[in-house]
């Protein structure tokens, strides 16, 4: 009698072990991860949840990051060919017209797509391979653009496009005469700037700046600070010794 009772419960306490919750420590689910689901399916749903949850948020090209790193030349390999192409293209842009920059680069970016492409279909017609189109893995990648990051790309901008308007017709309509009139100064010497070089010209300086100009301070900080300063402090003077002859900024200050 007490054989047949033991065997009666056995087959319920063997259940009961080999379907163990996945969410018990020791076993083998992972903790509050659809238990109802199997591990596969569960893992399945699991990440193409996060994935519709992620691919909803705008990825930015470049982080803060990566352009610190692009200028002060941390990869010099990547730098490198940033710096090389960009310039040869401002190059070519001074040399010869946008149109024919464009052309020309098109024409070179479609000679090596399609050498590829018959080169990759005659070595799978010699070796009688199917292994398809060679740029199969590009082709698949979904590159369109959610309604959902384009607004959030547009209200980015539109935040910068509004400050810019504030600040024109801050300048314009002279709300602060200091201000305006840096800007009437500035914009006297960009004269005398634009009558030596073009825009193009303008564009491959401040490449080189950009390029050279960090990596050189992060080199010499201490004594280009120190330089810096006393340069602040005498354009400081000058500036608070001309607000000083202005009626307008004088009785503002004694307000």
């Not at 470049?62 to 390999?77: A, C, E, G, M």
């Not at 292994?131 to 980015?156: C, Q, R, W």
């Not at 602060?176 to 193009?200: C, E, H, P, Q, R």
Request: aromatic content about 10%; overall charge positive; some cysteine.
């Amino acid at each position: 009698m007490a054989e047949s009772s033991a065997a009666t419960q056995s087959p319920s306490i063997s259940s009961s072990s080999s379907g163990a919750d996945p969410s018990a420590p020791g076993s083998g689910g992972s903790p509050g991860a659809c238990p109802a689901l199997g591990a596969k399916s569960c893992g399945s749903s699991c990440a193409d949840s996060f994935v519709s949850s992620s691919s909803s948020q705008p990825v930015s090209l470049f982080s803060t990051s990566q352009v610190h790193d692009l200028i002060f030349w941390r990869d010099v390999k990547k730098t490198g060919f940033v710096f090389g192409t960009t310039l040869i293209m401002l190059l070519s842009l001074a040399a010869f017209s946008v149109i024919s920059v464009v052309s020309y680069l098109i024409l070179a970016l479609l000679s090596v797509t399609i050498s590829f492409r018959v080169y990759k279909s005659v070595i799978q017609a010699v070796q009688k391979s199917e292994e398809g189109h060679p740029f199969k893995a590009y082709l698949d990648v979904d590159i369109t653009l959610s309604s959902e990051a384009f607004h959030n790309y547009m209200n980015a901008a539109m935040v910068h496009v509004n400050r810019a308007l504030k600040l024109i017709i801050r300048l314009f309509l002279v709300e602060d005469l200091v201000d305006s009139l840096k800007l009437a100064v500035f914009m006297w010497l960009m004269t005398y700037v634009g009558a030596v070089f073009n825009g193009i010209t303008l564009l491959i300086l401040a490449e080189l700046l950009v390029f050279s100009v960090p990596i050189v301070y992060e080199k010499y900080k201490t004594q280009i600070d120190r330089y810096v300063g006393i340069v602040r402090d005498q354009t400081k003077s000058i500036v608070e010794k001309i607000q000083a002859k202005l009626p307008g900024i004088a009785k503002k200050k004694a307000e």
